[in-house]
């Protein structure tokens, strides 16, 4: 067919196979699925398509599509990753509900507002997990029957017209069949719907999505300048979101629309004094520009498969996605694959594969070709490294990445640890990486969690009592972080800065915690309380 096609100058014809009830309510769909993926006949075909019904309950998306996806692209996986389409899908509307709802048996259908939320649902979490097309079922009722769920499934009412004397009749003895009111032609929630999804994620590519612990699911769709949150609760809850747990950092002020299921604006819901925004089962749209919500990742940020991004200099993200090829702004790159891993080091993006390779992006090309065993991030950090701020990285005996990222998290391979808050610093001693918080409590990562539980005030950076320093070379750490040295004009200096009141200093010595100075007449004052102690100095000395 293909050769056929070809013969005639018909270079861009797809061949797509459709999985004949590919889902429907209860799991029937792993037979027919598998059955083909694993056929001769898989390979050939260009799309995979599904009909996707939630027969006959239509329960809400959340509670199949996810299962039905994870399913689908694990076989692709192992038999090869085609593009997929949903060539079919939709809900019927029953609404006002008549009982004997009815197509083939008993359909159950959806109110007007759930088949409005069900419509968005089911496109937002199919473009999550790579879908390509959707075609609705369909755009308008097929006909007038309140009875028949075939009937019902359109975005605009579809009415024969009655003549005036039966419409009064009909009125009289409130035939059910007719009970729906709205004239032909009248558009349907779900039409809103559809709207409202074309007008603002038409230009944008799904990026990332999360389950928050608050039971509120959330999906980024983006592009150069506009970023937009579609966020629901599941189970339906209404719960007060912190719009910070969508984007560290986001704010209300940032948010430049708020958009309900139908349309609708809905800024009310978003509580400009707390960041907060109020979200149930109803699908709402928030639309950020990105020139306030996106700001370049912090240089030896690290994504390990498919959970995180890098954000790039020019505001590109860049991820891995299910077929383990690096994606940019959501659109794969095939000519890569097997990624392992992302890295971001001054500017540049990296990639690395299954056989340890890495991958720089320099002028819209991977180099060098054959790639090159030696990893951006460098060796194990030295003991002593210490990172301050969102600037640099410690990288483990394991290879690990840790960072402290915008949210003043510690973050390993880029993954932020919500466990932590407020760190000042990080620090590698010994192969352990400690940090630091706003309190200069410190905490050390040993099998897998912060220890001790409370902190410790006690500085793992700390020079060992009975450190001596003599001259201008070396130095003693105290602990609170503080470097001293003595300069060469014979004066104390702490991080750098002299001490002006001291002078002819031959010798430093930390004892106990403490840090002491010696000068030219073997006198030695102690640093306690911000000042040197005794006055006149001491003959006696601390070590």
Partial sequence: MKAAAAAVGASNVKFVYQVVQAFSYGGAYDNSLHEFLSSVAYPHIDVLSIHVYAWANFPTPESYLPSLMSTVNGWMGKFGVKPIWFTECGIPQNDPPVSGFYDGGAVSGGTKGYCAAYMIKLHIIAFSYGVQKIFWYQYANQAFNAYNAEDNFGMIVRRLPIPPLLSSLLSIISNPIYLKQDSSGFPLPTYASQWIMVNLLDSLTYTSSAQLSSDAWFYLFESSSTAVYVVWTYPNVSVNLALSSLKSGLVASQISHCYDKVARSCSSLINSGTNVVTVNGDPIFLVVPVTTQKTPSPSGTVVVGTSGSIVDSNLHTWTINSAGQVAQNGVADTNTMNVLELAYVNGVVWQENINHLWWSWVSNTWTPPAGTSTSPLGSVSPSGTVVVGTTGWITDSNGNIWTINTAGQVAKNGVGDTN??????????????????????????????????????????????????????????????????????????????????????????????????????????????????PPAGTSTSPV
Wanted: no cysteine; aromatic share 12%.
């Fill in 420 to 533: 932590t808050e407020n760190v000042l610093e990080l620090a590698y001693v010994n192969s352990v990486v400690w940090q630091e918080n706003i309190n200069h409590l410190w905490w050390s990562w040993v099998s897998n969690t912060w220890t001790p539980t409370a902190g410790t005030s006690t500085n793992p950076l700390a020079s060992p009592s009975g450190t001596v320093v003599i001259g201008t070379s070396g130095h003693i750490v105290d602990n609170n972080g503080n470097v001293w040295t003595i300069n060469s004009a014979g004066q104390v200096a702490q991080n750098g800065v002299a001490d002006t009141n001291t002078m002819n200093v031959l010798e430093l010595a930390y004892v106990n915690g403490i840090v002491w100075q010696e000068n030219i007449n073997h006198l030695w004052w102690s640093w306690v309380s911000n000042t040197w102690t």
